[in-house]
């Protein structure tokens, strides 16, 4: 069975901070991994995802997150927080037949 | 290219009403899945078509909701009749190939902007 843990439902810092959001899974199956962001009004937008290529994998706006089997964690982190980064992130894990599993979903407050 | 679609993007009902929300996939994308967020919560599966058939209808809550997908093309999904614990996001989603194995960008899905359905 998949699921996916996200801590933390509200997270706030301030500009040029740096951005950590958790995320923890549970799978049966080797996993696929993913975050997504969702900003305002709008569609939810892939972030990062891992292949198995690499453990830390690098997506868009700055943005990365590192696969640790150990630890079943695929924390998202991001070394300077702008203010355009304030948005909802979800992490998901995929099934072989392309049905995703997401976590509740993090709100980050970027503050001035 | 257009992207996901979804109408209305607003719709607030009283219980007991009946709600019809739409999807419109990206243009030549066999896949199409549905998806709900009630509030504060995580994302869950609803269904998956492939073209005009249900791959797997697994997260369907109840026999209230019925997702049709004519044609292959658009699909809808009809609440009849709603309850208040039908409020919240529902989202469409959309790709080409449908086997996570294969993590290529044809088999990524693109996700509409969502419906948030308000039942009162």
């Known amino acids: 069975a998949q699921s996916v843990t996200q801590l933390g439902s509200h997270v706030s810092v301030s500009e040029g901070a740096l951005v950590l959001l958790r995320c923890n899974y549970s799978s049966s199956v080797p996993p696929y991994l993913f975050w997504y962001v969702q900003y305002p009004n709008q569609g939810l937008q892939l972030l990062l995802k891992?292949?198995?290529?690499?453990?830390l994998v690098k997506g868009i706006n700055g943005f990365e997150a590192e696969f640790k089997k150990s630890e079943t964690s695929f924390h998202l982190t991001k070394p300077s927080a702008h203010m355009s980064d304030a948005a909802e992130y979800f992490c998901?894990?995929?099934?072989?037949?392309?049905?995703?599993?997401f976590g509740s979903g993090t709100k980050l407050n970027v503050k001035p | 290219e257009a992207g996901v679609t979804q109408f209305p993007s607003h719709s607030v009902i009283e219980k007991g009403q009946t709600v019809t929300l739409r999807c419109d996939p990206i243009?030549?994308?066999?896949?199409l899945y549905w998806y709900r967020r009630v509030m504060g919560k995580e994302i869950k599966f609803l269904l998956h078509f492939v073209k005009e058939s249900k791959q797997d209808e697994s997260g369907m809550p109840n026999n209230r909701f019925l997702a049709e997908r004519t044609g292959g093309t658009y699909s809808t999904l009809k609440v009849q009749p709603a309850e208040l614990e039908d409020s919240g996001v529902y989202f469409c989603?959309?790709?080409?190939?449908?086997?996570?194995?294969?993590?290529?960008?044809?088999?990524?899905?693109?996700f509409g902007p969502g419906t948030r359905l308000t039942v009162l």
């Open positions: 243009s030549g994308h066999d896949n």
């Open positions: 989603a959309s790709s080409q190939g449908q086997l996570a194995g294969l993590l290529s960008s044809y088999n990524e899905q693109f």
């Open positions: 998901a894990v995929r099934t072989n037949f392309n049905k995703f599993y």
């Open positions: 891992y292949t198995s290529a690499a453990t």
